[in-house]
């Protein structure tokens, strides 16, 4: 599949990289229709972070559900979603807490995971054809049925962009 790759700074790529795929039966598989810059890549763009070169970049995303693991229940094939900024398991005391960001079990050795981010865990970002979210029934967002045909701005960052995006009904 194509997807953007840090190969340092201010050099990223579209490269043919290996395909995204299911590997729990908690994920899902993604084929991504949208996804964002966010300010935080500027800083992997510009050297300011300490990113692995042949990263996928990547934490705006939303796309259709292509694949779908035995173990999910709320989120179907078909379904239009917009993963967070974060992976969480939803199971930890922190995600229990609401500290989603702080999840325990996504990022061994830290807390906290993220899709294409520096030291943030193993998962590619979105900037790819396709993406796999883990524990899926906790991280995607199940968006409307007509969310596609509406093209509702709908891949935000977990900051203030989901509310002003939806607030104030923001087209892409």
Avoid at 22 to 35: A, C, F, G, N, W
Avoid at 36 to 53: A, F, Q, S, V, W
Avoid at 61 to 86: H, L, S, T, W, Y
Avoid at 152 to 171: D, E, I, V
Wanted: hydrophobic share 30%; proline share 5%; glycine share 12%.
């Amino acid at each position: 599949m194509k997807a953007l790759v840090y190969s340092g700074p201010r050099d990223v790529r579209v490269k043919n990289v290996t395909d995204a795929k299911s590997e729990r039966p908690t994920d899902v598989l993604v084929r991504i229709t949208s996804s964002n810059i966010c300010g935080l890549d500027l800083h992997r763009y510009e050297g300011r972070t300490d990113m692995e070169k042949g990263k996928v970049l990547g934490h705006e995303n939303r796309g259709q559900v292509v694949e779908m693991g035995e173990a999910v229940d709320r989120i179907k094939v078909g379904d239009c979603v917009c993963p967070p900024f974060n992976v969480a398991c939803g199971l930890c005391k922190n995600c229990e807490a609401g500290l989603t960001g702080a999840g325990l079990t996504t990022n061994p050795g830290t807390a906290g995971a993220s899709y294409g981010f520096a030291g943030m865990g193993p998962y590619s970002g979105g900037q790819a054809e396709y993406l796999r979210v883990p524990y899926a029934d906790f991280n995607c967002l199940k968006l409307p049925d007509d969310a596609q045909e509406k093209r509702m701005t709908t891949s935000c960052c977990s900051t203030f962009s989901p509310l002003a995006g939806t607030t104030r009904n923001w087209r892409a």
